[in-house]
């Protein structure tokens, strides 16, 4: 079920194929700054080969001016001209980098808005749950939304660094070449071996960022656990600050000793090989100074020459630092392209067949389900009919599989072996959405959202939610209208006080904090939305309530519940006593069925259950 769907990322075609994808997404976010910001990385490119010209050309100007004009050599320039020319370039030098910049950030936010939708759509699109429980996903999950905001624009930014680097060789070998072949040719394979040496490092780079991704993730973990309001009283009580602290500090040396290792190994690769290259430049320069003494060359030439020499070494250094972001940023990229172009972990059918208003019941057939390959079945060949307007309980001891069979009802999961059938079409011959379109449900571990009261019950039908009339019938059922009546601003009083900051913070109308039992009662309003639907699923709706409330709440789906068909899932016996059909689950297996009269007479494992609870009331009664 959970196949290794995280494979390592690398290979040549595939970082090319990336990079052409990379590039493909910063023209589409914004093709005239994607158009002008490679103009301008090039233009920067051609100038300091421009500026070494020039100023050859004013030296040589200066060195021939007292030479009669006749017997000037080629190539000599009015010198006033040649200044204003330096001068322009100059400017260019100055201004050109700002409107880089400038340009760069806005392609980066319009490609940060076109990356996020994708990834973030890709994500929306998975049906099941599977994935969003497997470490090894959410770890790709987690480097695919850190590579959505930087990789793209650092991919272009690096593949136009590259190419603006290789433009400054270029114009420069073509400076230096007239100059002298044989001091070009050296300055270029002594530079070369640097190229290799950063990519091999970037490489182990990458590679240390995805074997200490659990370590990293771990960190985040104690983080966020030490700054959680939830976690809050547990830390402070149990004293658990220190021992929490120990954790990360723990993961974060790890991950600083990696890192460490290899800025060694980057230090010892990379420091002599810029050494070698400084050395063959002195050589060169030597070289030059003798031929020049000679009468071979001209001071233009050996001002040239300097410039070169360091005009190359750089955009070579360039190019390799360009190389070495482009292929990291490649590589998490690489994580983006997986997750934004998988499917759906559900199985879609294709075509799929309609799904009719429920008519004549759900069956559950032989219903075998584990979480995954190698872990233990939860489900052990469950059979069980839900009748159309009938209710059905299911009772059980903790880690029965209760839940877990919701969770088939809604295809959060698909049956390892077995199928659910509604009115005979199995729920994977369905469109996924259509199926939970007729579902209405509140989940044991239900959300609580950080929106308005009238949001957070209107979100359970979306194309209602403004209807105020129907958020309020809504929390009417579920007994909460009183109390959200009474909030600061009634329905539109923020369930939050998140987003409130300074001096609002203490004003009460502006966000209220509720309990466990409120919030369950908005979450049970927010599925009361769900107007029309065919099946109520509600897992433990009332576990957080007072008993008064509790009553109340049961009183009230039960009215609501009434034509519905409706799976009930309690610890509380009370509330279970009155569905049509209860079952007994126990380690994945049925084990009994029936009414609650018939159960009883029955004396097994429901009778115990609703006997001890019972027997509780009437000793706390005494
Ligand atoms: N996401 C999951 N991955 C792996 N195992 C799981 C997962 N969720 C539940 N389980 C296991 O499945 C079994 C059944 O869990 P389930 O939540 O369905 O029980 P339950 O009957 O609803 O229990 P409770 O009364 O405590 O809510 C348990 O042993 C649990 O450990």
Redo the contacts with the bound molecule.
């Keep these: 079920m959970q196949k290794p769907e995280v494979t390592k990322v690398g290979g040549w075609r595939g970082l090319l194929s990336r990079a052409g994808r990379a590039l493909a997404l910063t023209w589409r976010a914004g093709p005239w700054s994607a158009s002008l910001y490679l103009i301008l990385t090039l233009a920067q490119g051609l100038i300091p080969a421009g500026v070494t010209l020039l100023t050859k050309w004013l030296l040589d100007g200066i060195q021939f001016a007292q030479v009669p004009a006749g017997e000037k050599p080629a190539g000599t320039f009015d010198p006033i001209m040649l200044v204003a020319g330096i001068g322009v370039l100059g400017i260019l030098v100055a201004a050109l980098p700002y409107a880089t910049t400038y340009v760069q950030s806005r392609l980066k936010r319009g490609v940060t808005l076109v990356v996020q939708d994708r990834l973030f759509g890709a994500v929306n699109g998975f049906d099941g ?1 599977a994935r969003f ?1 497997n470490p090894a996903f959410l770890d790709r999950l987690r480097m695919a939304q850190q590579a959505a905001t930087m990789a793209p624009e650092q991919t272009t930014a690096s593949i136009f660094g590259i190419a603006q680097s290789m433009l400054t060789v270029m114009s420069f070998l073509g400076v230096l070449l007239v100059i002298s072949p044989l001091i070009t040719l050296i300055t270029v394979v002594a530079a070369i071996p640097a190229l290799f040496v950063q990519l091999r490092i970037s490489r182990q780079q990458a590679d240390m960022m995805w074997t200490f991704s659990p370590r990293s993730r771990r960190q985040l973990f104690y983080q966020m656990l030490m700054l959680d309001l939830a976690a809050v009283k547990e830390i402070r009580l149990f004293g658990l600050g220190d021992f929490l602290l120990g954790r990360m500090r723990r993961e974060t040396v790890a991950i600083n000793a990696a890192e460490e290792r290899l800025d060694r190994k980057v230090m010892v690769s990379q420091g002599p090989l810029a050494g070698l290259g400084a050395v063959v430049a002195a050589g060169g320069l030597v070289w030059m100074v003798f031929r020049t003494l000679e009468g071979q060359f001209t001071i233009g030439d050996i001002s040239a020459f300097i410039a070169a020499v360091a005009g190359v070494q750089a955009a070579i250094a360039g190019v390799v630092a360009g190389a070495t972001q482009g292929y990291e940023s490649l590589l998490l990229f690489g994580h983006y392209v997986d997750v934004s172009d998988m499917k759906s972990d559900l199985p879609a059918a294709a075509p799929s067949r309609p799904l009719p208003p429920l008519s004549a019941e759900i069956r559950l057939e032989d219903v075998w389900f584990r ?2 390959d190698d ?2 079945w ?1 489900l052990k060949g469950v059979s069980v009919t839900i009748p159309f307007g009938g209710s059905l309980a299911l009772v ?10 919701v ?1 088939l009802l809604c295809r959060l999961y698909d049956p390892t072996k077995g199928r659910i059938l509604w009115d005979g079409v199995d729920l994977r011959d369905v469109a996924v959405d259509d199926l939970r379109d007729r579902i209405s449900a509140v989940f ?1 571990d239900y959300m609580s959202y950080d929106l308005s009261a009238a949001e957070n019950i209107g979100i359970g039908d979306l194309a209602n939610m403004d209807d105020r009339d129907r958020v309020v019938r809504a929390a009417e059922r579920a007994d909460v209208h009183e109390f959200v009546s009474e909030l600061g601003r009634g329905y539109d009083t923020m369930l939050s006080r998140i987003f409130f900051q300074g001096e609002d913070n203490d004003d009460p109308e502006q966000g209220v904090t509720l309990s466990g039992g409120q919030w369950q009662r908005i979450a049970l309003a927010r599925a009361m939305m769900r107007v029309g639907r065919d099946l109520l699923i509600l ?2 709706p009332s576990a957080g309530l007072d008993a008064a409330a509790e009553q109340a709440v049961h009183d009230r789906l039960r009215e609501y519940r009434k034509g519905a068909t409706s799976v009930l ?1 309690s ?1 509380r016996m009370g509330a279970v006593r009155h569905a049509d059909r209860i079952v007994v ?1 126990q380690e ?1 297996v049925i084990t009994e069925e029936g009414d609650h009269a018939s159960l009883m007479r029955a004396g097994g494992e429901y009778a115990r259950l609703f006997s001890i609870q019972a027997a509780n009331y009437v000793e706390e009664a005494e």
């Design positions: 749950m429980e979480y995954t872990s233990p939860v059980g001891l903790n880690g029965a599989g209760k839940s877990t069979l969770k044991q897992d433990e899932i610890h689950l994945g």
